[in-house]
């Protein structure tokens, strides 16, 4: 799972939303420091930018004062019990000197920023400060440094440190500026010393730019920062196992004995849980656990504990196995289309082992006073015999006694807050009974009283599970304080909330009820964003967009024939005029898509000013994708070019495809894993030359494509059950977006405008037998189990390409499976159907994730008058 989405999930309980827009009495309570309460000094603007508070001094005619565009600038970190000290130094030191500065205004801001996943290239960044050059930087470091000495704060993994204090420095941008890199991507740039924009990097280690000197009086700092070595320790480390803001998890040796050992790393100050622990305390909790129930048999054995610079390590034994999670992929019987009943009734018989395993391990840890606190599918080792288990990760362990509540969880099995002490493991259990047969319990952080048709669900699909096994589960979940455990019954099916949506298949009530979910979800009034989604939109433009924005959602309503929604157009006209800087220049990820949606609601005037500002860019630079690169951009030029008669769009649309033509006949790149699949993969640029090969019948255009399609098939493996899906390395995609559907609907477009399955030479044996391939992708386009719901990676994805494809075999009856399984993700919002976003811990309104996008898969399945369409992928045509 995706970690940063736990942050997103905290400050709404529909919606995805940035931590500092905590909702109604929340935001209200949010304590702020008294130091971001001041009056603003005369002659300083002061603003607020996301989570931080900005202060910058003003020139005698009230404009922001000018200083450097980047260079060295010194960052603050600070724990919750200084963080008030350390605000109200900086500022008074700051201001008379008129030192432009920002900081985190408030301790909530402050702990999600350090919090156990946070991002680790920004945690601990409390202060910001930006001297104007190298002399002013070693003013402010001496003496604001004496002024902070003995404060303490989280290490800052990006900086040099400056001694022993809070204070880090690191050279970058002050002013925002961007630059496509090297992937063809829209990043922050810095100016090089040739004075062209390069990418500033900012990952979790200390680096100097090639073209930077490290001024002297930072030498000293950077010798000390090196002197910390491993080489010493009696372990050999091998393997980075994972990273979190609290430190690492590693594989080793132990150099003595050769036994295999983990050693887990804690951070002073950082990788804070709910309580405020640190991950040094978090660790010296599981060091306290593990050794009370040393001896059960279910725990890994401690064997050593140290300290290494400042941070602590825990050593234990290496359990051998995998956790369970990693089971769901080779023995879930319902990855395929037509279930085996005795491959069903054998998963059943192992997930009840398993469970019943779970329990007995869980039981023990109790019997030793210890809740575990943390029980997910993540945390249980299944042993290489695939019927014992293990617990793992007793951080968040405490005693019986204390009663107290999570403090650190799994969004699926995230106990509520009337859970405490033991109760918590339960909750834990009755959420894992249905995990291991539906692992869509994250559901339930949305609404829990989800667990009831999930548990109907499950029914239907594993007729040999137990129906009490089911209703105790939903029992437990849905019980609250009024209704203790052994009280009164879970509410009936019948009164429900799910039981008055509509069926996704209900067409067009089902079409109406989300048209209406998405409407009143609508926030006009704010600037980021018009309809709640992915945590993408708070990036640079995503708000705007077809992916994640304003302009997906827009479209997707005007493709299922709802009523046009003018107030979100002029919305979306008015975030457009200037465009925020910073946004990108694509189809799916920025300014071309939005421009595209714009001609198609009758804004040609807006639209073409649009385009005109991507041509002043180096646009010719763009990666060769259709989400953000030279693909959709073509596409979005040479349809603006047909539709407004600009012979010039015409001209740059087919000097985009020239570009694709030539990196196509170059070398394929000798890589050990390309992407793949339609929004970054080589169909996107298939899509495009085809669509100008319908334009211009160009033989080029077609082979072109063709090499781009094979390349695509070299990415992609057949899985056990016969289908075809893109292989990442360490998952296997069937999606429409980064998986093989997307490839398939272009392969789909390429059969029908004449390609044929001929081979290059330097393919691999077999990988240009299009029609093999579309029946494979038709079989991973077809099965009874996905995760998500979503257009780009999930079901509504494959019910799209169902929709449209051709491949014998594409039945109604299977399109029809698709179409009413959606309905296992259907949630509530204000009584109209609704379907969660990616990771599935909020809803979205967004394209990419979330309900329009469904919508749009729905309006193209059930539609039969005018089926809804992706862009650019309209009904087949046939020859």
């Known amino acids: 799972m995706d970690e940063r989405y736990e942050v997103y999930a905290l400050a709404d309980r529909h919606f995805y939303e940035t931590p500092d827009r905590l909702s109604g009495s929340e935001r209200s309570a949010a304590p702020s420091y008294e130091t971001a309460r001041r009056a603003v000094p005369e002659g300083w603007r002061s603003a607020r930018i996301g989570d931080w508070l900005t202060l910058t001094p003003l020139d005698p005619g009230g404009n922001a004062h000018p200083g450097p565009a980047?260079?060295?600038?010194?960052?603050?970190?600070?724990?919750?019990?200084?963080?008030?000290?350390?605000?109200?130094?900086?500022?008074?030191?700051?201001?008379?000197?008129?030192?432009?500065?920002?900081?985190?205004?408030?301790?909530?801001?402050?702990?999600?920023?350090?919090?156990?996943?946070?991002?680790?290239?920004?945690?601990?960044?409390?202060?910001?400060?930006?001297?104007?050059?190298?002399?002013?930087?070693?003013?402010?470091?001496?003496?604001?440094?004496?002024?902070l000495d003995g404060l303490e704060g989280p290490y800052i993994l990006t900086d040099l440190r400056w001694n022993d204090g809070p204070l880090y420095v690191r050279y970058g941008a002050f002013?925002?500026?961007?630059?496509?890199?090297?992937?063809?991507?829209?990043?922050?740039?810095?100016?090089?010393?040739?004075?062209?924009?390069?990418?500033?990097?900012?990952?979790?280690?200390?680096?100097?730019?090639?073209?930077?000197?490290?001024?002297?009086?930072?030498?000293?700092?950077?010798?000390?920062?090196?002197?910390?070595?491993?080489?010493?320790?009696?372990?050999?480390?091998?393997?980075?196992?994972?990273?979190?803001?609290?430190?690492?998890?590693?594989?080793?040796?132990?150099?003595?004995?050769?036994?295999?050992?983990?050693?887990?790393e804690g951070r002073p100050h950082a990788g804070l849980a709910s309580d405020g622990a640190d991950a040094i305390a978090r660790l010296e909790r599981e060091r306290d656990a593990l050794e009370r129930l040393a001896g059960i048999g279910v725990v890994p054995q401690v064997r050593d504990w140290f300290t290494l610079g400042d941070h602590c390590f825990l050593v234990m034994d290496f359990l051998e196995g995998r956790p369970l999670n990693s089971f769901f992929g080779e023995r879930h019987p319902l990855l395929t289309p037509e279930p085996d009943p005795e491959?069903?009734?054998?998963?059943?018989?192992?997930?009840?082992?398993?469970?019943?395993?779970?329990?007995?391990?869980?039981?023990?840890?109790?019997?030793?006073?210890?809740?575990?606190?943390?029980?997910?599918?993540?945390?249980?080792?299944?042993?290489?015999?695939?019927?014992?288990?293990?617990?793992?990760?007793?951080?968040?362990?405490?005693?019986?006694?204390?009663?107290?509540?999570?403090?650190?969880?799994?969004?699926?099995?995230?106990?509520?807050?009337?859970?405490?002490?033991?109760?918590v493991d339960r909750y834990a259990l009755a959420c894992l009974r249905l995990a291991l047969f539906m692992p869509v319990t994250t559901l339930f952080v949305v609404d829990r009283d989800k667990a009831a048709h999930l548990a109907d669900v499950i029914a239907r699909q594993f007729p040999d599970v137990p129906r009490e096994f089911l209703d105790e589960a939903v029992a437990e979940i849905t019980r609250s304080a009024d209704r203790p455990a052994g009280g009164a019954p879970a509410p009936s099916p019948a009164s429900s909330p799910f039981t008055s949506l509509p069926e996704p298949g209900d067409w067009p009530n089902s079409r109406d009820s989300m048209v209406k979910a998405i409407l009143a979800s609508a926030t006009p009034e704010r600037d980021d964003?018009?309809?709640?989604?992915?945590?993408?939109?708070?990036?640079?433009?995503?708000?705007?967009?077809?992916?994640?924005?304003?302009?997906?959602?827009?479209?997707?309503?005007?493709?299922?024939?709802?009523?046009?929604?003018?107030?979100?157009?002029?919305?979306?006209?008015?975030?457009?005029?200037?465009?925020?800087?910073?946004?990108?220049?694509?189809?799916?990820?920025?300014?071309?898509?939005?421009?595209?949606?714009?001609?198609?609601?009758?804004?040609?005037?807006?639209?073409?000013?649009?385009?005109?500002?991507?041509?002043?860019?180096?646009?010719?630079r763009l990666s060769s994708d259709l989400r953000g690169g030279l693909a959709g951009l073509g596409l979005v030029l040479a349809d603006l070019a047909h539709t407004t008669g600009e012979k010039e769009l015409g001209e740059r649309a087919a000097e985009a495809a020239g570009l694709l033509v030539q990196r196509l006949a170059e070398p394929r790149p000798d890589t050990p894993r390309r992407r793949a699949g339609l929004l970054r993969g080589a169909s996107g640029p298939a899509l495009f030359l085809l669509r100008q090969y319908e334009s211009t019948g160009e033989p080029v255009l077609l082979e072109a494509a063709a090499e781009a399609l094979r390349r695509e098939l070299d990415c992609c493996v057949v899985q056990k059950g016969g289908g075809l899906?893109?292989?990442?390395?360490?998952?296997?995609?069937?999606?429409?977006?980064?998986?093989?559907?997307?490839?398939?609907?272009?392969?789909?477009?390429?059969?029908?405008?004449?390609?044929?399955?001929?081979?290059?030479?330097?393919?691999?044996?077999?990988?240009?037998?299009?029609?093999?391939?579309?029946?494979?992708i038709l079989t991973a386009a077809t099965s009874r189990f996905y995760a998500q719901p979503g257009l780009f990676q999930g079901r509504a994805g494959t019910i799209l390409h169902l929709s449209r494809t051709t491949t014998p075999g594409a039945t109604t009856e299977r399109l029809a499976e698709q179409v009413a399984a959606l309905g296992w993700f259907a949630m509530p919002y204000q009584g109209q159907l609704?379907?969660?976003?990616?990771?599935?811990?909020?809803?979205?309104?967004?394209?990419?994730?979330?309900?329009?996008?469904?919508?749009?898969a729905l309006g193209a399945a059930l539609d039969n008058e005018a089926p809804a369409r992706l862009p650019f992928l309209p009904p087949l045509r046939r020859p």
């Not at 003595?256 to 983990?262: A, F, M, T, W």
């Not at 559907?741 to 044996?765: C, P, R």
């Open 343 to 423: 491959a069903v009734a054998a998963y059943t018989a192992w997930a009840l082992r398993i469970h019943r395993r779970v329990e007995e391990a869980v039981e023990a840890v109790h019997a030793r006073g210890i809740v575990f606190n943390d029980l997910h599918v993540f945390n249980i080792m299944v042993g290489p015999d695939e019927e014992s288990v293990s617990l793992l990760d007793f951080e968040a362990a405490a005693p019986v006694e204390e009663n107290g509540r999570q403090v650190v969880a799994h969004p699926g099995f995230f106990a509520p807050p009337d859970r405490t002490g033991a109760a």
């Open 175 to 264: 002013a925002r500026s961007f630059v496509v890199d090297e992937r063809g991507s829209l990043v922050p740039a810095v100016r090089d010393g040739a004075g062209k924009l390069v990418p500033d990097r900012r990952q979790p280690s200390f680096q100097v730019p090639e073209w930077v000197t490290l001024p002297a009086f930072l030498q000293p700092q950077l010798a000390a920062r090196n002197t910390t070595t491993v080489g010493e320790l009696p372990y050999r480390i091998e393997k980075a196992l994972h990273f979190s803001n609290g430190g690492g998890v590693y594989m080793g040796t132990d150099t003595r004995d050769g036994r295999k050992v983990v050693l887990k």
């Open 529 to 620: 964003r018009l309809f709640p989604g992915d945590i993408a939109q708070f990036s640079d433009g995503g708000g705007l967009g077809i992916a994640y924005g304003a302009a997906g959602v827009l479209y997707a309503l005007a493709e299922t024939g709802a009523e046009r929604y003018e107030e979100g157009e002029r919305w979306l006209l008015e975030h457009t005029a200037p465009v925020p800087v910073g946004t990108p220049l694509g189809l799916y990820d920025g300014i071309a898509g939005v421009a595209y949606v714009l001609e198609r609601l009758g804004h040609r005037e807006r639209a073409l000013d649009l385009i005109d500002g991507i041509l002043k860019e180096r646009w010719q």
């Open 70 to 147: 980047q260079g060295w600038k010194i960052h603050a970190s600070a724990t919750r019990a200084n963080a008030e000290q350390i605000a109200a130094t900086v500022w008074d030191y700051c201001v008379p000197r008129r030192i432009p500065f920002k900081f985190v205004p408030g301790p909530h801001l402050l702990h999600l920023r350090n919090a156990k996943y946070a991002a680790r290239d920004t945690s601990g960044k409390f202060v910001t400060v930006y001297p104007a050059d190298e002399e002013q930087l070693h003013t402010v470091l001496r003496e604001l440094g004496d002024l």
């Open 725 to 776: 899906e893109v292989d990442e390395g360490w998952r296997t995609l069937p999606y429409l977006g980064d998986g093989s559907a997307g490839l398939g609907m272009v392969i789909d477009d390429f059969l029908a405008l004449g390609g044929h399955d001929t081979e290059s030479t330097d393919s691999t044996e077999g990988a240009a037998d299009f029609g093999k391939a579309r029946a494979g």
């Open 834 to 856: 609704a379907f969660p976003g990616h990771q599935m811990m909020r809803l979205s309104m967004d394209l990419s994730t979330g309900t329009a996008g469904c919508l749009l």
